[in-house]
């Protein structure tokens, strides 16, 4: 903590002068890491501390929120009269007993990354390049990069309550280029999580590295996937953006109840196939969406959000779970101290079937397979989606044959997953960034093998 409790609850009062439902604090110290290194040499080495404090007032159903990067008292408790100002409900005066709040998720970091020598994560860039440059004559350029994340979160609140949570991020990524002829292609792969330099104490960096060199190559042989209609395979490596796009942003809470999702109002209807479940899961070890704590101090949890294909609810911060009377699901997060929470996902997935992953490619005589998913885009109004396809391949007769490239998958969210019939026993993560309302935060996604019997594909026209 920054400062004694009295002065917390000081502020917090302060914040709630004018009236007013709710108020917290959030405390954030951050100090990051980030290495990159392309055409062969280090480009840049950036390490940095950021530090501040957002006071937020809820009034009336509506957010007053203010932050600094001075901690200076005076500085402080004018934040709080600033945000006590926007006030719409009457006066409350309120009695703050604090309580600390202990985890009921504690998540193991063997090895913390501020205690790694900045030549050791050098050196550990320096073996993915030469790995993934040595892969193969035709790789004509290498970018790998290294981050790591160290932030400490303070979250008061009126109701009394505090939690403290220190949350480690380690990634590491590459991006190759492959030239062949006039012929270029990319490949990219990455691996993180809430989890410290450990995450590369084994062959990860090989692994990534390989995969990366790998997908390029691949490319360059690879011919124009035949547009139209056919059945797709979505292998568990291709990493779950499908569902992510598809679905997630469609049950976070804000936009649902604003209307702003194809799934407002559809609590217990069918949304999916009987053979999907879906689930947002912050208390995974090890995931880069993981946490002890969302934003707002609510304690992380797994929620259900499909269940056998029917709807069962949404994913809530506390503000929009007050609007519709129900608990916060401990989704409220936010990129810093600069932002206020949303709603937004963490780990969210596809639960795995019972069908064998190799069977599920067989059951198919023509069609595409999907190996690695791209980036993608989706209207959650509507629910109609693009996704790109990184790697993919034609299925002939069972078996994946010729490589293709410039795919991607059109359709409609719900339409695609009451369509899945085939669900296989596999689990492949991917990681990113999610962007939402100029806010980004770490999330994964995972997805086992699934069969989607016809989906549009984009490529080249017959």
């Given at each position: 903590?920054?400062?004694?409790?009295?002065?917390?609850?000081?502020?917090?009062?302060?914040?709630l002068s004018r009236g007013g439902e709710y108020a917290d604090i959030y405390i954030e110290r951050r100090e990051t890491t980030s290495i990159m290194?392309?055409?062969?040499?280090?480009?840049?080495?950036?390490?940095?501390?950021?530090?501040?404090?957002?006071?937020?007032?809820?009034?009336?159903?509506?957010?007053?929120?203010?932050?600094?990067?001075?901690?200076?008292?005076?500085?402080?408790?004018?934040?709080?009269?600033?945000?006590?100002?926007?006030?719409?409900?009457?006066?409350?005066?309120i009695a703050v007993n604090m309580k600390t709040r202990r985890p009921d998720t504690v998540f193991a970091v063997k090895n913390p990354p501020g205690g790694v020598p900045m030549s050791s994560k050098i050196l550990m860039v320096k073996t993915g390049n030469k790995i993934s440059r040595g892969f193969d004559k035709r790789i004509k350029q290498s970018t790998v990069t290294y981050r790591d994340s160290i932030q400490n979160v303070t979250v008061f609140t009126s109701e009394g309550l505090l939690t403290e949570e220190e949350r480690v991020y380690t990634t590491a990524m590459v991006q190759v280029v492959a030239a062949d002829g006039d012929v270029v292609q990319t490949g990219y792969e990455s691996a993180g999580g809430y989890i410290g330099f450990e995450l590369l104490d084994g062959t990860v960096m090989e692994e990534i590295s390989r995969a990366a060199a790998r997908r390029a190559i691949t490319a360059l042989k690879a011919r124009r996937v035949p547009g139209g209609r056919m059945p797709v395979i979505i292998s568990s490596e291709a990493g779950g953006t499908m569902i992510h796009e598809a679905i997630g942003h469609g049950l976070e809470a804000d936009l649902a109840g604003r209307g702003l999702s194809v799934y407002?109002?559809?609590?217990?209807?069918?949304?999916?196939?009987?053979?999907?479940?879906?689930?947002?899961?912050a208390t995974l070890q090890g995931k880069r969406g993981s946490f002890s704590f969302d934003d707002e101090g609510t304690p992380s949890r797994r929620t259900v959000l499909v269940e056998n294909g029917l709807l069962k609810g949404y994913m809530y911060d506390r503000l929009n779970a007050a609007e519709n009377g129900v608990a916060s699901t401990g989704n409220g997060r936010r990129e810093s101290y600069e932002c206020k929470p949303i709603p937004r996902m963490t780990n969210t997935l596809i639960v795995p079937g019972a069908a064998d992953p190799e069977d599920v490619v067989r059951s198919v005589q023509r069609g595409l397979l999907v190996k690695k998913m791209g980036g993608g885009q989706v209207n959650t109004v509507t629910g109609d989606f693009v996704f790109e396809v990184q790697e993919g391949y034609l299925i002939e007769n069972g078996e994946p044959d010729m490589p293709v490239r410039g795919a991607t998958l059109v359709g409609n969210g719900p339409e695609v997953l009451k369509s899945i019939d085939l669900v296989a026993s596999d689990l492949g993560f991917s990681i990113g960034t999610c962007g939402k309302d100029g806010q980004g935060v770490p999330v994964s996604d995972a997805m086992p093998t699934i069969r989607i019997p016809e989906i549009v594909v984009g490529g080249e026209a017959a």
């Open positions: 903590m920054i400062y004694d409790g009295d002065f917390l609850e000081g502020l917090v009062k302060k914040a290194l392309e055409d062969d040499r280090i480009e840049k080495v950036i390490t940095g501390l950021d530090a501040g404090i957002g006071i937020r007032l809820v009034s009336g159903g509506k957010t007053s929120y203010a932050y600094s990067n001075d901690f200076s008292r005076d500085v402080l408790s004018d934040l709080a009269g600033t945000v006590a100002s926007a006030a719409s409900s009457p006066f409350r005066d407002a109002g559809k609590t217990g209807q069918m949304v999916a196939s009987q053979k999907v479940t879906v689930v947002d899961d």
